[in-house]
Nanobody, 124 residues
């Protein structure tokens, strides 16, 4: 059983900072791409930032220069440092990871896992 547990959301004023953390646990063989998505009320879930196992990053245009994604492969964690937050960043943020596992029967599989989501609210 694989779990992604997020932490670090909350309420902050515009211009402030928050750091989100996501830790993966369970019967994990390896983790490939990891990322953060967000979903605001009435909108579709969108990619915020992603990072490969080798450290290559990708950002949504709306957060470039303000958000930084990083990961610790030894600890199976991914972080999202969010600076200069804006009210339009308000959303539920979800951690995502492409994880390879091996069953007790010896079968390998790889699929996307999601965290439960953490609320980020930016007041104006």
């Amino acid at each position: 059983q694989v779990q992604l547990v997020e932490s670090g959301g909350g309420l902050v004023q515009a211009g402030g900072s928050l750091r989100l953390s996501c830790a993966a646990s369970g019967s994990i063989l390896s983790i490939n791409d990891m990322g953060w998505y967000r979903q605001a009320p009435g909108k579709q879930r969108e990619l915020v930032a992603s990072i490969t196992r080798g450290g290559s990053t990708n950002y949504a245009d709306s957060v470039k220069g303000r958000f930084t994604i990083s990961r610790d492969n030894a600890k199976n964690t991914v972080l999202l440092q969010m600076d200069t937050l804006k009210p339009e960043d308000t959303a539920v943020y979800y951690c995502n990871a492409l994880i390879q596992t091996r069953s007790s029967g010896g079968y390998y599989s790889q699929r996307n896992y999601w965290g439960q989501g953490t609320q980020v609210t930016v007041s104006s």
